[in-house]
């Protein structure tokens, strides 16, 4: 009797399937429109996507510490409150927008366009939006951005993955982060790369540590690319 | 003209707004009904919150393990995709029903309802809902449930509370998971005690380590309550 596997009832999938169309219509919309301004400035744009606390703000302070004086990044970071992470990044010296999206769980074109009015984009090369944390939601909306990367920590387990697939399958590059806990925390990278693999074989493998600095000589070469 | 803050699009915001307000209206009356039926069982029911990775199977693994032979508990697991989790779950010998959500981000009132009916509840004394891993989305959808628990793992960060307010302010209780790993990862406890007070005073909290069992005996004392 137990031990059953259910899916979602088809009404309430079906309501909430009329609803996402048209609003994600109109985020494609929106997010064709970015990726044309964002090419016209020559402008190369990383969507990070992950889980709360996979280390997205860390490994871009540490991104763009290690390109200043190359090149100039900016950043549009989104939280659901607080400026903390704008706080860090402007440690750096990069131009940060912070959005602050209430109770919303993802970004979506529209905020992008209106954060990008915010910035000079004809004097960047590079432009890092911060997704807010979350590793389901963010997956269905394009911002317009040219690459999209998503992180997974050693902390989180190696089976995210094939749990949350659909970021996964739709990423330019996976960065496994937080190399420097693996040992710690029993990582079995192995197992973290089929996984990967499994669901997007295409993707550019990154395994980094932000904090020791492990791996962020070629996660630094692949977002600078040919500059 | 960099460095400023920006909320959501108004029109975006109130579209999005209209169509979760009848969607939650649904889900609350659903809710209430679970709620009945539940005190109808003397069920005590805990929905588990967690962003990915946070500890939710381990810690739900450890305390059917420390129940077992004294309280009868089910469990309810929802996940995007894969049953690695009910797999996990399944070794303690409770029965435990797995709701794959597909692309939703969060369990819903329905969705227990029917899983509830595959489940004898009159032969359970608790039963724990593990939620789909994401700090956002699940922090809306009341499930009919007894108790909130919202996990937040060392790895993770001790500003988390301050970030994604909404679900730690309707917590019941907060658990601070991986404690073993407080150290490693240079976790600060008393910061993350004053984050989480900020947001939710009245909560009552754990910390707590499944994996060398620091903290579940509290923990488990709570969850039986008075039984």
Chains 1, 2 share one sequence.
């Not at 420097?180 to 990154?206: G, K, M, W, Y």
Request: glycine residues 6%; proline residues 4%.
């Amino acid at each position: 009797m137990a031990d059953r596997t259910l899916l979602p009832d088809e009404t309430t999938t079906r309501r909430l399937l009329d609803v996402q169309t048209s609003l994600l219509a109109a985020n494609e919309d929106c997010a064709a429109k970015n990726r044309a301004r964002f090419q016209q400035h020559g402008l190369t744009v990383f969507n990070l996507v992950s889980s709360p606390g996979a280390g997205k703000t860390a490994l871009l302070v540490a991104t763009l510490e290690r390109l200043a004086g190359r090149l100039h990044a900016g950043v549009i970071v989104g939280d659901l409150a607080t400026e903390n992470d704008a706080a860090r990044l402007r440690t750096t010296g990069a131009p940060v927008v912070q959005i602050t999206t209430g109770t919303l769980c993802h970004l979506d074109a529209q905020m992008i366009d209106r954060a990008a009015d915010m910035l000079d984009l004809a004097a960047l090369d590079l432009l890092f939006i911060e997704n807010v944390g979350n590793l389901v939601c963010p997956a269905e909306f394009d911002l317009g951005e040219t690459r999209r990367v998503v992180l997974l920590s050693t902390t989180e387990g190696e089976d995210k993955p094939l749990k949350y697939p659909p970021i996964f399958r739709f990423a330019d590059a996976v960065v496994i982060s937080k190399m420097d806990l693996a040992h710690a925390v029993e990582f079995d990278l192995a197992s973290a790369r089929t996984n990967i693999r499994r669901v997007n074989p295409q993707a550019t493998l990154f395994e980094l540590s932000a904090r020791t600095g492990e791996g962020m000589e070629e996660w630094g070469r692949w977002v600078a690319g040919d500059r």
